[in-house]
């Protein structure tokens, strides 16, 4: 099976389907969308399906989901797949990250630079990092996990840092 991905009414890309035994596999593929973190959904005729956040891979957005097959049956027929926003930097106090050393750890700092969808923000003394999350990746700052807060609904991992540049619990 094959859908039309849309997002704000236009088609951008595509969903798969493929049967695997028990198991059903989803992955998702559509043109880059910029400003933000986007989430796709399948509508059934009986309930939707939340498939999770396209992640940027190779100048595309890709998902890749597994689930059992019972659950999807659940929806009924695929009637539509779209993307929504989930999280934007359009907000003025979000902000790209400033070129050079942020986190004064060298390892952290290149980590930080591989991820062109990092965000930060001014907060009280502080500041704040935002980087894109989803479950099937590999955890953004691994160094950091403790000191996260996973906002799983928003597709990001959100950091809290204070005036000397240290993690917040």
């Given at each position: 099976?094959?859908?039309?991905?849309?997002?704000?009414g236009r088609?951008?890309?595509?969903?798969?389907?493929?049967?695997?035994?028990?198991?059903?596999?989803?992955?998702?593929?559509?043109?880059?969308?910029?400003?933000?973190?986007?989430?796709?959904?399948?509508?059934?005729?009986?309930?939707?399906?939340?498939?999770?956040?396209?992640?940027?891979?190779?100048?595309?957005?890709?998902?890749?989901?597994?689930?059992?097959?019972?659950?999807?049956?659940?929806?009924?027929?695929?009637?539509?797949?779209?993307?929504?926003?989930?999280?934007?930097?359009?907000?003025?106090?979000?902000?790209?990250?400033?070129?050079?050393?942020?986190?004064?750890?060298?390892?952290?700092?290149?980590?930080?630079?591989?991820i062109p969808?990092?965000?930060?923000?001014?907060?009280?003394?502080?500041?704040?990092?935002?980087?894109?999350?989803?479950?099937?990746?590999?955890?953004?700052?691994?160094?950091?996990?403790?000191?996260?807060?996973?906002?799983?609904?928003?597709?990001?991992?959100?950091?809290?840092?204070?005036?000397?540049?240290h993690p917040?619990?």
């Amino acid at each position: 099976m094959r859908c039309p991905l849309r997002c704000e009414g236009r088609t951008l890309g595509e969903v798969r389907r493929r049967d695997e035994g028990c198991t059903v596999v989803f992955e998702a593929e559509c043109e880059c969308l910029t400003d933000g973190l986007y989430r796709a959904y399948l509508t059934g005729e009986n309930g939707e399906l939340p498939l999770g956040v396209l992640a940027p891979e190779d100048g595309r957005l890709r998902l890749r989901k597994r689930f059992p097959a019972r659950e999807t049956e659940k929806i009924g027929r695929i009637t539509e797949a779209r993307a929504e926003k989930s999280f934007s930097f359009t907000d003025e106090s979000w902000k790209p990250l400033p070129p050079g050393p942020l986190l004064q750890n060298a390892r952290l700092d290149r980590a930080l630079a591989a991820i062109p969808e990092a965000r930060m923000r001014r907060s009280g003394g502080g500041w704040e990092l935002a980087l894109p999350y989803a479950p099937e990746r590999p955890f953004p700052l691994p160094e950091l996990f403790c000191f996260a807060r996973v906002d799983a609904s928003g597709g990001r991992v959100l950091y809290r840092f204070d005036e000397k540049n240290h993690p917040i619990f």
